[in-house]
């Protein structure tokens, strides 16, 4: 099991997708007057952190806590716990593929369908860091006037397509180790 090579690239999916939950997916900043209000967004959730000082009236430490506040009114906490659930099913399939190294037919099967959720799942962070991008300028247009707003994608997001392409690799030894054993069966 462990001396073939997509083993190996079945282990370095796992640590991608790891990874995915672990950094960030997108840092949204806003500034204003010297101050910079930072929301980090990760699959756990939505962080928020000020750096520097507001001259005029101290504003942006007041909208602050409005990212937490937003996604408590919206009930949006739950696509977080469903993003960490995605994860930990996502490692799970891709375990559960790394066992089945006998069978060779679902291994492969389990790997194009792994392939597909991942670039499904890389498609949906594109869109949902966008959707962030949309509602956080709305909330803090509401709460105060922005004059700058920068979006930023971080590492957590192209993590998936690591782990599409370490699956795909996979799949392809998968396909060398099936044309190996059909010929050796022919030569019997």
Known sequence: MFQRLQT???????????????????????????AELTFAVSVSGIKAELSGEDKKGNQLSEIQDVPEK????????????????????????????????????????LGRILFLLFLIGFVGLIFAADLGNDVLKKTLDG?????????GY???????????????????????????????????
Do not use: C, H, W
């Open 8 to 34: 190996v690239y079945i282990l370095l999916a796992i640590v991608a997708i790891a990874l995915s939950a672990v950094f960030n997916i997108a840092n949204y900043t806003a500034s204003k007057d010297g």
């Open 70 to 109: 937003f996604i408590e009114a919206k009930g949006l906490s739950k696509y977080f716990t469903m993003g960490l659930l995605l994860v930990v099913s996502a490692i799970g399939l891709l375990l559960f593929m790394l066992l089945k190294y006998k069978n060779l037919k679902l291994q492969l099967r």
């Open 143 to 151: 709460a105060v006037i922005m004059p700058e707003f920068e979006t």
């Open 154 to 188: 971080d590492i957590g997001l192209f993590m998936p397509m690591v782990a599409a392409a370490f699956v795909f690799l996979a799949n392809l030894r998968i396909k060398n180790d099936m044309k190996l054993l059909a010929s050796i069966d022919r030569i019997r």
